[in-house]
């Protein structure tokens, strides 16, 4: 794992989008369609209710060319084994316990990310045993996650530190901001787009002010350091 990224001026974090639990992705599809059109989203990832293989298979395939056509990278929320048999891209695993069988079926080819990153520690191995990026800020098993300021440092940390893209979640337009502003190579975003009252895409449109916000202020941040 490379560390010690140049001092240059950080890029616009890219936005990941997670689907909400995914039973009827043909209904699905044509909101994701027009997200997808209205904003730079980097990945996709598709989180799947509990069915049967065959099931998650067509489901992944009803929604992966909408995805795929638009640029997008699109990963499972775990089901590894299912990613080359349905079309995905990758896959994002909960934890490191996860990430050496997921490297080992999926790459050189495919995409790996992980997350439960409960220490820096955690996160460092993760990075070493290459892992395409880290996600910080995932509610854990349990219902819990750090605070946003303990989120917001770890990804400032990583981002100043090491090559690895990291990814922060955000489960609210301000935290969006907030994450932006670290230098985080992407902000996903899920509950935060689809249980917006006013409907996804007046949430998407705040989410990509915000997020440009939060970049300018790492701008600010990274020309005073330099200065």
Known sequence: MSSKKSPSAPPAPRLYLA???LADAVALAPQLRELLATADIA????RLVEADERSNINRV????????????????DGHV???ARSGADGAHVGDVTQLDDALEQLKPDRIVGVGGLHSRHDSMVAGEAGADYLLFG???ATGER??????AERLEWWAEVFEPPCVGYAHTVDEVELFAATGADFIMVGDAIWSDARGAQAALADVVQRLSQGHAASLKRAAARQG
């Open 81 to 83: 084994s299912l990613v």
């Open 19 to 21: 689907t909400p639990p």
């Open 138 to 140: 995932e509610i854990d």
């Open 61 to 76: 395939k009803a929604i992966a060319s909408t995805v795929q056509d638009a640029g997008a990278a699109l990963l499972l």
């Open 146 to 151: 750090p605070s946003t300021a303990a989120i």
């Open 43 to 46: 990945a996709v990832l598709v």
